[in-house]
């Protein structure tokens, strides 16, 4: 046993220290960023924001409406083959350009992403996903999936800390996902004590995968945009959301009416509700690591989006930052005890 007395920081921890801004207006600010990625040498374009791989947020209905923002969508895992044909038989291009492929690690997950690979050549991105990027496992799954498919851009995890983003770069990985606990309806801290603080798992992670010339998702712990801006500014190449982008229209959760009022179920991939639905049940060997909770129901993902990307714009302007790519040079945090004025409540 040992400790580590240097202290880790997640988002509340924190905010962005302004600095002098030759910008005039947020609308000079671009969002986009293009990547070569290192293995697959694919490049792409598009605004870094990924939907998370949940039943209840990454729906093909997700995948249309983001894609109009250049946004990233992370098809959860639960789609079979067919619904994959009947979807891509009426998609366009630009939304499949912005769609992944997620995966689990078995023989049966592997077979499955072959059969979905092949229906359509527009198909750029897998996402491997499981909850514990620390197994040998996860590894030799990279390695297999690279190797079928070579020009693919892979993304795995999860993990928190530099050495296990270096073993999936080179494994084959050209994304790397970091995030275990943040979620806002992950339990997995509570249930098993493990974790990281989500800033600065991705700032120790990006400065690893960049050296070796990957990226990486930073994948939960968001609660607002300037919690977004935050993870750009530690480094993430791409940030995740569940939660931001739950109970919409085109989330995919479960409809519920309580005294003549709209919510939307949302749930962790681990929790209860999730086994009990894909499994059965909660496997005797294991304990549920999610909540399931039900959201207000927030109409359509636009205006939501447009918040979200406002928010980092804004934040771009407070450091002058032009580009989005620019931001994390141009970020100082500094660490606070406060956040903001709740006197009259949260908005």
């Known amino acids: 046993m040992r400790i580590e007395q240097d202290i880790k920081l997640g ?6 220290r302004p600095k002098r ?9 671009s969002l986009e960023r293009n990547f070569t990625f290192k293995h697959s040498k694919k490049a792409w374009e598009g605004v870094p924001i990924v939907a998370a791989n949940m039943d209840s947020v990454a729906s093909f209905a997700m995948a249309e409406a983001l894609a109009k923002h250049k946004v990233l969508t992370a098809i959860h895992k639960h789609y079979s083959v067919k619904d ?3 979807f891509l038989s009426q998609a366009d291009k630009l939304t499949l350009q912005h769609m992944m492929i997620s995966t689990g690690t078995s023989k049966k997950d592997f077979d499955k992403l072959t059969d979905i690979v092949g229906l359509s050549p527009d198909l750029q991105f897998i996402c491997i996903d499981i ?18 498919f070579p020009e693919m851009t892979i993304s795995a995890g999860n993990v928190v800390t530099g050495d296990m983003v270096e073993e ?10 970091v995030g275990i606990g943040p979620g806002s309806v992950c339990t997995t801290r509570v249930k098993t004590g493990v974790g990281y603080p989500q800033l600065s798992a991705i700032i120790e992670c990006a400065d690893a995968a960049h050296g070796l010339g990957g ?15 935050k993870a750009f500014g530690g480094g993430a190449d791409f940030v995740m959301l569940g939660g931001m982008l739950a109970g919409h229209s085109e989330s995919g959760g479960e ?32 304990a549920a690591e999610g909540k399931t909770v039900h959201l207000p129901y927030k109409g359509k993902v636009d205006n939501t989006v447009q918040d979200i990307l406002g928010g ?18 141009r970020t100082t945090f500094i660490r606070v005890q406060e956040q903001e004025n709740n006197v009259y409540g949260k908005e």
């Open 255 to 286: 409809v519920i009416e309580k005294e003549g009022k709209k919510y939307v179920k949302f749930y962790g991939m681990s929790s209860k509700s999730a086994m009990d639905k894909y499994a059965g049940s909660v496997a005797a060997y294991r």
């Open 131 to 148: 909850a514990n990027g620390y197994s040998e496992h996860l590894v030799d799954f990279v390695a297999s999936v690279r190797a079928r």
């Open 215 to 229: 990226r990486i998702i930073g994948d939960g712990g968001c609660t607002c945009a300037g919690d977004v801006a």
């Open 168 to 177: 999936l770069v080179l494994a084959g990985s050209d994304i790397v996902k």
């Open 11 to 16: 988002f509340q921890d924190v905010l962005i």
């Open 21 to 29: 801004s030759t910008l005039k207006s947020r609308s000079q600010v």
């Open 312 to 329: 980092v714009r804004s934040a771009c302007t407070y450091v002058g930052a032009k580009h989005l790519k620019e931001l994390t040079k």
């Open 84 to 86: 994959w044909e009947v």
